[in-house]
């Protein structure tokens, strides 16, 4: 079973950058898409950033300019660099990989992101 696992969260400024990591125990091979969501209390989880095996990239509108999403298809890595983070980007966030054509999807643990004002 492919299992997702993400690094990086904490607590940090408002202003203030973290970078995420999450790791594939394995690779879905052809077309894939490795990303990010989030989900904070009381809400739904949100894409925030995608990026397909291809390299096209897909970001929430209130993360554009700020967060950067990158993957190592070699490693079946993927990264999200934030930037001026906001108290409302306080949210468990999680990883996700996945076939763009096959039911093969996988989601990690979770990491925490907490941004105090």
């Known amino acids: 079973q492919m299992q997702l696992v993400e690094s990086g969260g904490g607590l940090v400024q408002a202003g203030g950058s973290l970078r995420l990591s999450c790791e594939a125990s394995?690779?879905?091979?052809?077309?894939?898409?490795m990303g990010w969501y989030r989900q904070a209390p009381g809400k739904q989880r949100e894409l925030v950033a995608e990026m397909s095996y291809r390299g096209s990239t897909n970001y929430a509108d209130s993360v554009k300019g700020r967060f950067t999403v990158s993957r190592d298809n070699a490693e079946s890595t993927v990264y999200l660099q934030m930037n001026s983070l906001q108290p409302e980007d306080t949210a468990v966030y999680y990883c996700?990989?996945?076939?763009?054509?096959?039911?093969?999807?996988?989601w990690g643990q979770g990491t925490q992101v907490t941004v105090s004002s």
């Open positions: 394995g690779t879905i091979f052809g077309s894939t898409i």
């Open positions: 996700n990989y996945r076939s763009q054509y096959r039911a093969d999807d996988f």
